[in-house]
């Protein structure tokens, strides 16, 4: 069959060739791939420069190029199948025999083996098979880079945005410490409490993702300078005041800010330290250095749906790279059993033997001893000789144990298979109930933070007006830290879980 009709289809840069044989076996599995893809489309919102980015892994990361090879070796052995290579003897005698037809000096012979019917294609099905399951052993290799690349992307986002949160709770406590020096010193404190106000607006708007700007290795701000600008501005009316001994408030509120302040910068430089690793893991896993500058988008996107659960759990099951390498090992071992049946059956050998002669001498005399001393001259044509030789494979222990052995692989696989079945149907329910949970969840979050803030400006008017309600304010900027912080470790949470069913399915 002409090679041109040979089937193809690529991943990143590696390609899978099919041959003709197996060409309507994958053709008639395109649908179902496409109709997955089109299913995943509906919520699977990854950013460009993540898509980017799991393009280069698939391309570059040095696992994956292994595993590739890995395949293609495999491949070949698809090629090694063939007849036995045939046997050539070739004698010469070092003094001739005497013949009554000739004087024999050499002699040459050819035979080439013949398996049973059928059992070089059960050979080359055979190692088909084992190749297409190293071929879904790849792509399971893959799918879990790709699930790597898209953690370690959502933890740098979880960082960044981290920094974020942290650095607008930081403006609250600068601004709530302008309001407690303010008060300390007699002040008009209503400039003061309508700027804690704005700040805490201005941070639940730049907190939602809709504000949020792609951050690189030298994103996050620069943290330390703004620290020592408020240490620095803070240090003014603190000694202006020291002597002052009068006013409505008290000194204990403006130190205690000053230490919640401290302690949050040191923080905001902590999460900056741990934003290194995370960056050269995530060069590690595109195949780039570890310097290589990475461009990541801080918007955590929320707005996936899931309304077809039925229909994406008989995805997984028919595509799962797990489950088609287990399918394909059964298929081999099923005609690992048949080549041992074949095995036992005869083998058959067709060949030549031809026989070099020269003439002899006349030797003897007539009459002589009956004649029987007698050898007339001439003759010594050589000789062509068919032969045909077949095997007999008696002792069948062997054959029987091959036949048992691969029935029992076989019978071994399909429960393998049915308990991996069933271990995806319970992975399946148990990540979509972690994603139904995560929207209660996040829901819930984003109530409480509208009325924490909301609580927050209460707290500070009063704050304002008669000096109450410091404890309780301190309080609720914790809660709103902690609820910000919580709604964004649950969408990344989200995501980590549709980037799991992403894997599961292995596309």
């Not at 197996?22 to 460009?48: D, M, P, T, W």
């Not at 059928?118 to 399971?140: I, P």
């Not at 058959?348 to 009459?367: A, D, K, Q, W, Y």
């Amino acid at each position: 069959m002409n090679k041109a009709l040979n089937f193809s289809y690529r991943f990143g840069r590696f390609e899978f060739v099919a041959g003709p044989k197996r060409q309507y076996q994958l053709i008639s599995n395109i649908h179902k791939y496409l109709f997955l893809i089109a299913l995943l489309v509906c919520f699977k919102g990854n950013s460009q420069s993540l898509d980017k980015y799991l393009e280069e892994a698939a391309d570059n990361n040095f696992a994956l190029q292994s595993s590739f090879k890995l395949y293609q070796a495999s491949l070949e052995r698809t090629n090694q199948i063939s007849l036995e290579s045939p046997q050539l003897n070739i004698g010469v005698f070092t003094r001739p025999m005497e013949l009554l037809m000739g004087n024999q000096r050499a002699e040459a012979s050819v035979m080439q083996m013949f398996p049973w019917v059928g059992m070089l294609k059960t050979q080359r099905d055979e190692a088909t098979l084992m190749a297409e399951a190293r071929y879904e052993e790849f792509r399971l290799e893959r799918n879990m880079v790709l699930y790597q690349v898209k953690e370690a992307y959502f933890q740098l986002q979880q960082t960044q945005n981290t920094i974020d949160i942290t650095e607008a709770n930081l403006e609250i406590l600068r601004s709530l410490e302008e309001l407690a020096i303010i008060r300390y010193q007699g002040g008009n404190t209503s400039e003061a409490a309508s700027t804690v106000s704005s700040t805490v607006r201005n941070s639940s708007r730049s907190n939602q993702g809709t504000a949020l700007d792609g951050m690189g290795m030298g994103g996050g701000g620069s943290t330390s300078s703004s620290g020592g600008a408020v240490s620095s501005g803070g240090a003014s009316p603190m000694s202006s005041m020291g002597s002052s001994g009068g006013g409505s408030g008290k000194l204990t509120d403006v130190l205690r800010l000053q230490v919640q302040i401290k302690a949050m910068e040191s923080d905001i430089d902590q999460l900056e330290q741990d934003k290194k690793p995370l960056l050269v893991r995530f060069n590690q896993l595109l195949g780039k250095d570890r310097k290589e500058p990475v461009n990541f988008e801080t918007v955590i996107d929320t707005e996936k749906k899931m309304d077809w659960e039925i229909l994406m759990l008989e995805n997984i099951l028919a595509t799962n790279p797990m489950l088609l390498m287990l399918d394909k090992e059964g298929m081999a071992y099923q005609k690992q059993g048949e080549m041992a049946k074949l095995e036992g059956r005869p083998m058959f050998g067709l060949g030549l033997n031809f026989m070099v002669f020269s003439p002899r001498p006349e030797s003897g005399m007539v009459g002589g001893m009956n004649g029987m001393d007698y050898m007339p001259a001439g003759m010594g044509g050589n000789m062509v000789m068919p032969m045909a030789t077949v095997t007999l494979p008696i002792y069948r222990k062997k054959y029987k144990s091959q036949q048992a052995e691969s029935r029992l692989w076989w019978e071994a696989n399909e429960r393998q298979t049915e308990d991996l079945r069933r271990s995806l149907e319970t992975e399946f329910e148990t990540i979509l109930a972690s994603i139904r949970n995560a929207d209660r969840k996040i829901k819930l979050l984003e109530e409480q933070i509208e009325l924490t803030e909301q609580t927050m400006e209460l707290s500070v008017t009063a704050y304002a007006t008669d000096g109450s309600s410091f404890e309780e304010l301190l309080n609720i900027q914790q809660d709103l830290l902690e609820f910000r912080l919580n709604s964004l470790n649950t969408r990344v949470e989200r995501e980590l879980g549709f980037a799991k069913l992403e894997t599961l399915v292995g596309l």
